[in-house]
Structure formats: structure tokens, C-alpha cells
């Protein structure tokens, strides 16, 4: 971390996101307009008061390069730039947008994220024959994350249903969230009799595939004063990455994360950003948090390895209520990635949104009870890159 | 030997044929010749450093590819120098000891070449619903050739004739199993030309047939076993018939195989007469000269036994079918690059990792310049990896390159004897929900991965140990 840090440097002053689901009457040129309208009509803003865009883009079909903004906004050849790093592709553009405002190089910038995954078809994230090696084993996305709940199964002991209920209460908060792709409220028996995906994983375990876009705009705090958000404007506190290993089952053991029952990159990010926001307690300090739940494991060990928990007592802890919309630290309010799916270049963004709204009071599903203080975090790749962002209410 | 056995029951209820009694090894479908020449390669090896080995002949009818050979390939992943011969013989089911006769003439040529190892891998295919089903299995063996002092068995004499045989045959390009038209006349064609073979290397050495320990020649039917045995005048129990009424008709490596279970009890100077057929004949008379290196050759590999004791029956006939690739689907398959595998040789086929100069770390494959360990930069040197190991993790994929094709794969993480820790798919693996475990050990494979680029695309897997030393 520098020595300044970006911490009460931008301000988000306005945000919104589109319905997320299986929506093949949409492109991803919709999808992005529309999140794009939401958030300038939210601060009030014209187009043209963007001086220069971020967006986060995962796969090449949804679109290659920044010209992706200019063709869907018409911004008149504003500067725009596609981030991509996995999972926290959309997040990572908001990180970017965040150090254009900090720096003074821009005073409104537009992050955002978008991408189209069901013109791809449904069985799984698209890609797998053509990414990496030709002769190297590249297990699907939910037989990554697995492995690391085998291992965790073994260490930790435990089982099938303490990770099925990540779904149930993740579904029972999507269920009132209006733009969720699932609304339906599960049973663990449901969870358990799903389907393997990848063993011991079963459908209800996995996050599914999903089209959706969300934009946010940033400027200075002092120029958000003159904004529709003036009174209520979200600061971000901290935003950190950190990046590991794309391939964790070749790190020997007693190298990072060789013993996969935590993850690395979110255990540094997670370290980074508590530094530069100078939170010490988290599970006291934050209120609610969007914690990447690709898969019910995911978000087990990620609370863990944000200090919400011990190590270890995750499980437990979730079974107490403690990460319950209404409990200590709520966990997806919103209802996750389980709840919206997971279009992989907008998610960082969507969970943005959804804390700044949290923080504002105005949650579109459940409002986490006086929620002063957010986090919002993304997990790609093979727990590869692990994006950490923390907001806060304007003093 | 493949881990499947089909019993032939299976097959002749799937056809309403006459039940015949036994099994036939069957290949996977991630099996093939060339992966089988190269687990029966890893078991001649045990014990020898195959940089010093001067050649490898690969004996088979079915050849991977028919222009490019097989040889090259399996010298490679069996980790031979480059300064070597190799050489495939095929199209007749006698390549095996034709291999082996040219590789003695190779030696006896040659000062600079002392040892050739010689493969014999078959894995035909019979038309289902004919009976060739209850003959045709898959195999490979091996045996490494060489010159030198207090060798455990001497190759004395061989002999060869060359006939125009008028079956069976598969036409080039056209055919995908095996066709003949005359039956009887393919008999006559065998009765004449293995025994004309035999006899004659008797004849030259003045040998008499009682003088025979053991003798290993190919056969495809036990009744024509039987009949050759009594015109040549073997004693009782010479004639070695180990093979057909568990195993099957292995094609190339059937002599060869026979010739290994004539070893489990070697006689002192015991003389032995190997011979294949096809196309003509060779018979190649060997003779025990140090019985306890020959002993103790056999309790250091698998070997045909311990391969034997370690295989399992099939359940169904369908499964055969699956693994043979008769039925039409749609396999799995990948992007190839033959830029990467050029590159990447020493990793995806020789099985080098590399080991940290700073902080002793092994690790895999050869393809990041800094430590994971310690993060030092450019202080990693290659080494060689050990094929076992231990599962540290695991998963078992059904979602493999979006589609459900032959799922489940298990995922393994496999810590390796030695150092180094892989990311290896099982193969090998009855009802993987049940018996996959964290700690379970495992040996390495080389298999047949996919075909991308209509390329065949070959990597290491592991499977549930089989007892390979």
C-alpha cells in the first residue's frame, strides 16, 4: 500500500443495476445502457459529465476492449478502458475508476461492469476447452472450489449440509431482492438431494450462470456536495487486490494455500484493505458484506479469511444465526451470487451497488438494520484474485 | 495388461452365441498401444537407467497413427536419449519377435549399440457380434535386448520364413476390424509356417524336442495350441498355455507374455524356443544362464503376474463397447498445440519438474521461472519426478469442458513420492463416490487424453495402485 491510500478520497454518488437472469430478449449493449441510465438518473447527472469509464468484462464474446463503452453509451470518445481479472473484473474496474478520481485526473468517472452469458448456452461456464494447456487437467470452476471443500470436509469436519446452509440463507435473502435472478426460498433437504456437480458439491451448491450489468459514478467528495446524493454519498474506505497463483494444486506443500482450506488472496486482500480503511474488527466494525459465494464453500471459507470468524467455526457461526441478514454481520443481504447468479464481469459492481444502497438505507431487497459500514468482495479464477472494497457513510 | 478383463459369458449373451468359458483383457478407452507399450516399458525398466539404453523397437498391428511412429513417442516418455535408434514393425502380428530377432542383428552390427528395448503392444479391434470377439484382447510386454556379461538369459538362434498368407487381413484405410475368407486355409497357413520355424532352429542347434523346457509361440485358439504342441513333440506342460483362457488372443506380445510366465519357475540352464506367427514365422531359441538373476528380474516388477492378480472383470457388455469406441458419441476434446508439447516435453511426457537451488523445493511442471516457496527467481533446475504419490485433495469433475462426457473425473491432487505436487485425473476407478479418498495412494499412467487438432494428445493420469514396485 502507498503511503497516501485512497481512503475518503472518492465518493459514489450514484448507482444502479439491471435485472439480473436468463435474458435472451437482452444483449449486453441493453444490459449496459440500462444499468448506465439507472445510475446517471440516480445522481443526477447528464451522460456527457463523464469524463472517463472503467468496465469490467470477463469473457471476449461479451466484448472486447473500453470501445465497449463508447458503443453502448456514446460518450463522444471519452477515454474508457475493459478491466479483466476474473471474477473481480467489475470490482477491479471500480478500483481503477476509484484511482482516477483519487489522483484528480478525472472528476467524474463511471465504473462498470456487464457480461452475457446465456447466448452461450447453460452447462457451465463457457471456454474450459480452450483456456490454458493443451495437456494440463483444467477441472471445471465448481471442481476447483471443491477441492478445497474435500480438504475442508477433512481439516474443519464438516459436511454436506453445513455448506448447504449457505444457499438456504442466501436464497431466503434473494427471495425479496426484486432484480434477483432466483426467488425461490430452498430446504437443505433440497440442497442435498441436488444433482453432483462436482462432488461433494451438488447444484444448489453452485452459483449459476446469469446476464446482468450495474454501473456506479464516482467524484471527490468535495464535488459530491453538489450532487443529488449530497446528503447521503457513500465513501470508499478501502479497495484492495490480491492476486495468487492461477494453478493453487501445483503449490507444494507449505507454500500459499497448499493446504486448501483457506484462501490466500482473499486472506491479503482482506488484510490490505483493513489497513488502509483502519478497521481492526472487522466482524464489529462492518455491517453487512457481499461475500463471494460462486460456490457455498466459497463463502465459508471467505468469512473466515476475513476475519468475521475463526478458522474453522464458519460452519458454526452460520448455523448461530451470526451471518443472517438480521445477525451479527450479515452476509449477502442481497442473496449472493446464489441468489443473482454470476455474469462475471458485473457481479464486483452489482455488490457495490448493493452496499452502497445498504449503507444509504434504501436496499431494494433487505435492508440490513443500521448499516453504517460495507464490504464487498470478489474470488476468481482458482482462488486466484480476490478483490476487497470497503464503503462507508459520508460523515 | 490393461486393469479390465471382459468375461467372454458377456459377450455371448449379448449375441445369443455358445457361451465360451474365460475372460479377454480390454483396454480403456484411455488406452491404447502406444500408452500400454509405455506402462510395459516403465515395468522392464525398474532398476535400469534408461539413459542407457541405446534403442527401442515397437512391435504392433495397431499402430496409433500409420504415417508417424510409435517408437519415437515411447522412447520419449520413458525418458531414453535422443542419440538413439527406434523403429516400428507392424502389420503382421509376428513384429514381435521379428523386433526382437532385428534387434539382436542391431547389436551384433553395431559397437555402439548394446541394448535395445523391444515393445509389443496390441490392441485389435474384433467386429462385434462376430466371433473373433472371444479371441481378441489387448496387451503389451516388453523385453530389453542387450550384450554383456552374466546376462540372466542368452538369445542362441533365430529363424525366420516369409509366407504370403491369404488371411486375415484389414485394408489400408478401409478397414476397421479384421476380415478373412477362408478360416481353414488361415489355419494351414499357421500350422506350416510356426512349426516349420521351431523345427528348423531345432535342427540347426541339434536340439531334440524333449530337449525343450518351455516353449512360448503364439496361438489364437487352445485347440491349435494343443495341435501344434503335439507336431512338434513337446513334452507335457512345455508348451506354454497360460494366456489364452484368462487373458485372450494378445496379438504381437502373446509370445512374449508367454515367454515371461515361463520364468516364474526357471530351470538351470533350461532351454526355451519363443516363436510368433504372421505372414510367415520366427523362432528364436533362448536359454537360461543365471536363474537367479532371471528370479529375481521377476520379483522386481509386476511383471505378467502381478498384473494378472491386480485385474478386475467388467460388469456389462456395454462398457466394452464404450471403452473399444464403437459406439457413436461425442468425446471430450480440447484445443492442441504442438508449439506447447515441443516445449513442454521434458513436463507433459518425460515427467520433470524442477527442484528450488535456494530452498529445495520441488515442484511441477516446468513453466514458472520463480520459486513458490521461497520466491526466488531463475533457481530452479530440472528433476525427475516419481510416478506414485499420495491424494492430498480431490474432487470428482461432472462438468468437464461443459458437457457431460464420461463424468465423473476425478480431480486429484496428488502429492508425489519424492516431491513435487500434480494436478493428475483418475483413471482406473470403480465407483469413484465410494472410493476416492484423501491419503488413498496412487501410481502414474500415461494415457490417451483427447484428440485435439485430430491429434492424439497423451498425458500422465494416476489410478488406484496396482502394486507396480
Not at chain 1, 321 to 335: C, Q
Not at chain 2, 311 to 322: A, P
Not at chain 2, 345 to 352: L, N
Request: aromatic share 10%; net charge negative.
Amino acid at each position: 500500500m502507498g503511503r497516501k491510500g485512497i481512503k475518503d478520497k472518492v465518493a459514489i454518488i450514484g448507482c444502479d443495476m439491471t435485472k439480473y437472469g436468463e435474458l435472451w430478449n437482452k444483449n449486453q449493449y441493453d444490459l449496459l445502457f440500462e444499468a448506465f441510465q439507472g445510475a446517471i438518473k440516480d445522481a443526477g447527472i447528464k451522460k456527457d459529465e463523464v469524463d472517463a469509464s472503467w468496465v469490467g468484462i470477463f469473457y471476449y464474446f461479451t466484448g472486447l476492449s473500453g470501445a465497449m463503452v463508447e458503443d453502448i453509451l456514446r460518450l463522444d470518445g471519452k477515454p474508457s478502458t475493459r478491466v479483466e481479472n476474473y471474477c473481480a473484473s467489475g470490482m477491479d474496474a471500480f478500483r481503477n475508476a476509484s484511482f482516477a478520481i483519487a489522483s484528480g485526473a478525472y472528476d467524474v468517472a463511471l465504473a462498470c461492469g456487464v457480461e452475457k452469458l446465456m447466448d452461450e448456452g447453460g452447462s457451465g461456464l463457457p471456454g474450459f476447452k480452450q483456456f490454458g494447456h493443451p495437456l494440463y487437467p483444467t477441472p471445471s470452476a465448481p471442481a476447483m472450489f471443491s477441492m478445497a471443500a474435500t480438504r475442508s470436509f477433512h481439516e474443519y469436519g464438516w459436511t454436506k449440509e453445513d455448506l448447504a446452509r449457505v444457499a438456504v440463507k442466501n436464497h431466503d435473502n434473494g427471495a425479496d431482492h426484486p432484480k434477483a435472478h432466483f426467488r425461490s426460498r430452498i430446504t437443505i433437504d433440497q440442497v442435498m438431494k441436488a444433482p453432483m456437480i462436482a462432488d461433494p458439491l451438488g447444484r444448489f451448491d453452485c452459483c449459476a450462470m446469469s446476464d446482468g450489468s450495474a454501473a456506479l459514478i464516482l467524484t471527490t467528495p468535495e464535488l459530491a456536495e453538489s450532487y443529488a446524493h449530497a446528503d447521503d454519498y457513500i465513501l470508499v474506505k478501502a479497495n484492495a487486490i490480491s492476486c495468487q497463483t492461477n494453478f493453487p494444486w501445483y503449490v507444494p506443500q507449505g507454500g500459499p494455500g497448499a493446504e486448501f482450506t483457506h484462501f490466500p488472496a482473499t486472506e491479503k486482500a482482506g488484510e490490505y484493505a483493513y489497513k488502509e480503511a483502519g478497521i481492526t474488527n472487522p466482524r464489529k466494525e462492518i455491517d453487512c458484506a457481499e461475500v463471494h459465494d460462486c460456490f457455498t464453500i466459497t463463502e465459508l471459507l471467505n468469512c473466515q479469511d476475513l476475519q468475521f470468524c475463526e478458522k474453522g467455526k464458519a460452519a458454526e457461526e452460520l448455523k448461530n444465526g451470526t451471518f443472517n441478514w438480521d445477525g451479527e454481520i450479515a452476509i449477502n443481504p442481497s442473496g449472493g451470487l446464489k441468489s443473482f447468479g454470476h455474469p462475471i464481469g458485473s457481479t464486483g459492481c452489482r455488490m457495490l451497488t448493493e452496499i452502497t444502497k445498504q449503507l444509504q438505507g434504501r436496499a431494494e431487497g433487505r435492508q440490513v438494520p443500521d448499516a453504517k459500514v460495507g464490504l464487498c468482495h470478489n474470488l476468481g479464477g482458482a482462488f486466484t484474485v480476490c478483490s476487497v472494497t470497503v464503503l462507508g457513510q459520508r460523515d | 495388461m490393461p486393469r479390465y478383463l471382459l468375461p467372454r459369458d458377456l459377450i455371448g449373451k449379448a449375441w445369443d452365441f455358445p457361451i465360451v468359458p474365460g475372460t479377454k483383457a480390454i483396454a480403456m478407452e484411455d488406452e491404447d498401444s502406444l500408452t500400454m507399450a509405455v506402462e510395459a516399458g516403465l515395468d522392464c525398466l525398474m532398476g535400469f537407467d534408461p539413459k542407457t539404453v541405446d534403442g527401442l523397437f515397437f512391435a504392433s498391428t495397431t499402430q496409433v497413427y500409420t504415417e508417424k511412429d510409435s517408437a519415437s513417442l515411447i522412447a520419449t516418455v520413458l525418458d531414453m536419449r535422443e542419440d538413439i535408434i527406434t523403429a516400428d514393425f507392424t502389420d503382421s502380428l509376428k513384429a514381435g519377435t521379428t523386433a526382437v530377432s532385428r534387434a539382436v542383428d542391431t547389436i551384433k552390427a553395431n559397437k555402439d549399440i548394446k541394448s535395445i528395448l523391444v515393445v509389443a503392444s496390441d490392441t485389435r479391434a474384433p467386429e462385434p457380434s462376430t466371433m473373433w470377439e472371444y479371441g481378441f484382447a489387448d496387451g503389451a510386454a516388453a523385453l530389453l535386448i542387450a550384450e554383456g556379461e552374466n546376462l540372466p538369459l542368452s538369445i542362441d538362434d533365430y529363424y525366420s520364413v516369409s509366407t504370403n498368407v491369404t488371411g486375415p487381413w484389414k485394408r489400408a484405410g478401409k478397414d476397421k476390424f479384421i476380415r478373412t475368407y477362408e478360416p481353414k486355409m488361415d489355419a494351414r497357413f499357421y500350422f506350416e509356417s510356426i512349426t516349420k520355424v521351431m523345427l528348423e532352429v531345432l535342427k540347426r542347434n541339434n536340439l531334440k524336442p524333449e530337449e525343450i523346457s518351455a516353449a512360448a509361440y503364439y496361438y489364437n485358439n487352445p485347440r491349435m495350441h494343443g495341435s501344434v504342441s503335439k507336431l512338434m513333440k513337446f513334452a507335457g506342460g512345455v508348451a506354454q498355455n497360460s494366456v489364452f483362457f484368462q487373458l485372450g488372443d494378445l496379438g504381437t506380445p502373446m509370445p512374449f507374455i508367454l515367454l515371461i510366465g515361463a520364468f516364474r519357475r526357471p530351470k538351470p540352464d533350461a532351454k526355451i524356443i519363443m516363436a510368433g506367427f504372421g505372414d510367415g514365422a520366427d523362432a528364436i531359441l533362448l536359454q537360461v544362464q543365471n536363474r537367479d538373476a532371471l528370479r529375481d528380474l521377476g520379483k522386481t516388477r509386476m511383471g505378467v503376474l502381478g498384473h494378472q492378480k491386480s485385474m478386475v472383470s467388467l460388469k456389462n457388455y456395454n462398457k466394452y463397447l464404450d471403452f473399444k469406441e464403437v459406439l457413436e458419441k461425442d468425446r471430450y476434446t480440447r484445443k492442441s498445440s504442438a508449439v506447447l508439447i515441443w516445449r513442454d516435453t521434458a513436463s507433459v511426457y518425460k515427467w520433470y519438474g524442477v527442484k528450488c537451488k535456494s530452498c529445495g523445493a520441488i515442484q511441477y511442471p516446468d513453466m514458472l521461472r520463480s520459486c513458490y516457496i521461497c520466491r526466488a527467481d531463475d533457481q530452479l533446475e530440472q528433476v525427475k519426478l516419481g510416478l506414485k504419490g499420495t491424494i492430498f485433495t480431490y474432487t470428482l469433475d461432472h462438468l468437464v469442458g461443459g458437457n457431460y462426457l464420461d463424468t465423473p473425473v476425478p480431480r486429484c491432487v496428488v502429492d508425489l513420492d519424492g516431491g513435487g505436487r500434480v494436478l493428475l485425473n483418475m483413471t482406473e476407478i470403480e465407483k469413484p463416490e465410494e472410493n476416492v479418498q484423501i491419503g488413498m495412494r496412487v501410481e502414474l499412467t500415461f494415457r490417451k487424453e483427447h484428440e485435439g487438432a485430430e491429434f492424439k494428445n497423451y498425458y500422465w493420469k494416476c489410478r488406484p495402485e496396482r502394486g507396480r514396485p
